[in-house]
């Protein structure tokens, strides 16, 4: 079992930048294939970014270029780096880890984006 804690969220103006943290409460996370997720209300929840152990990403459309996901696995942490937000990026965010067939989740961290 791990436990996904999430920090980082706030309300941040238009064209603001933030940065996410997801910290691991195990220390084999480096085997771990890492993401960022997000839903805003009345939506599903929708992939944003991910990494895998070995530091390849992914990302969402509507997020290249502006988002950076990255970890250090010596800290067992993953993070979102978000640059030039904008309003429909408002959401609550969730980490999600993988392990094999098994998935972790956070509790989520509220974003929000004024215009």
């Known amino acids: 079992q791990v436990q996904l804690v999430e920090s980082g969220g706030g309300l941040v103006q238009s064209g603001g930048s933030l940065r996410l943290t997801c910290a691991a409460s195990?220390?084999?996370?480096?085997?771990?294939?890492m993401g960022w997720y997000r839903q805003a209300s009345g939506n599903q929840r929708v992939l944003v970014a991910t990494?895998?152990?070995?530091?390849?990403?992914n990302y969402a459309d509507s997020v290249k270029g502006r988002f950076t996901i990255s970890r250090d696995n010596a800290k067992n942490a993953v993070y979102l780096q978000m640059n030039s937000l904008k309003p429909e990026d408002t959401a609550v965010y969730y980490c999600?880890?993988?392990?094999?067939?098994?998935?972790?989740w956070g509790q989520g961290t509220q974003v929000t984006v004024s215009s």
């Open positions: 999600k880890g993988l392990e094999g067939s098994t998935v972790y």
């Open positions: 195990r220390s084999s996370f480096s085997v771990y294939v």
């Open positions: 990494i895998s152990s070995a530091g390849s990403t």
